[in-house]
């Protein structure tokens, strides 16, 4: 079985930085088929581009762009490529700087698909830093960091917690971004009293329901900035908002600039 150590991913670089314990990096992913491998350190890859499966002992999880994948370091795992072009951004921890920032690495057990919309946005303003790169940025990932860390360990923290079943199944129809969406509608395709939701959802999405689905539309959004040359206008109706002005001061809200500012940052 083959180790990727510290900062060793299959692809071409394209840029690397590194902060006091944490790598960030962006590659192009070349090859059809990756070799069984696990690494090092734990990691999160976001894919900016292309389709991707992941494979390890236990599930094989498709990976469309705007996926964000935990890996444990002790996860074997293989990635094949499922279209011409990939490339992904890796953010890898080394194991010390938890124990540094007071954070439980227990929790980071495991591989998984993390499909929380506020750990998405969070993630798209650090990979902005991260492009940008001036004066400002180091201090600004610092803290996006430890903000990603905190809130995938509130959603650990959640799911060990007694959910009752049917929250996950909430979430995957929340995740499908249906425009249509009622409580009514959720009750209906879940079988859970309206009541029972209501009360449900700001204790195991630590938000209201409405918040959710537009946090969602906006990580819809996000990816879309990132990964194509789509127009503004049609990023808006493919999120499923009513017009554009009202696209862009829900991504403001979320993301404290503008859609147009977040894609000159990346570029």
């Known amino acids: ?32 088929k990756t070799d069984w491998h696990f690494h090092e350190n734990p990691y999160l890859m976001y894919l900016l581009q292309g389709d991707l499966y992941d494979v390890n002992k236990k599930q094989k999880t498709i990976c469309p762009p705007g996926s964000l994948l935990l890996h444990n370091w002790q996860e074997p795992h293989y990635n094949s490529k499922e279209s011409t072009h990939a490339r992904g951004f890796h953010i890898e921890f080394e194991r010390d700087w938890f124990k540094n920032k007071q954070l439980d690495v227990a929790l980071w057990e495991g591989s998984k698909m993390i499909e929380n919309p506020k750990i998405h946005h ?4 650090l990979y902005s830093e991260f492009k940008f790169q001036d004066t400002f940025s180091e201090v600004s990932i610092d803290v996006l960091l430890f903000q990603i860390c905190e809130n995938i360990e509130s959603v650990q923290t959640i799911k060990s917690n007694n959910a009752p079943p049917w929250i996950n199944s909430l979430k995957e129809i929340l995740h499908q971004d249906n425009e ?63 017009d554009q002005s009202h696209f862009i001061r829900t991504f403001k809200t979320y993301m404290g600039i503008t859609p147009k500012q977040y894609r000159n940052k990346i570029i």
């Open 1 to 32: 079985m083959k180790i990727l150590t510290k900062g060793k991913y299959y692809g071409s670089m394209k840029s690397e930085h590194n902060l006091n314990g944490v790598i960030l990096s962006e590659y192009d992913y070349l090859i059809p």
């Open 122 to 125: 969070i993630l798209a303003k």
């Open 180 to 242: 249509n969406l009622s409580l009514e509608y959720l009750s209906n395709q879940l079988d859970v009293h309206p009541a029972h939701i209501s009360r449900a959802v700001p204790k195991y999405l630590s938000t209201t329901l409405g918040d959710y689905i537009r946090q969602q539309k906006i990580k819809k959004a996000i990816h879309l900035i990132i990964n194509s040359n789509q127009s503004f206008l049609d990023i808006t109706f493919n999120c499923g908002f009513s």
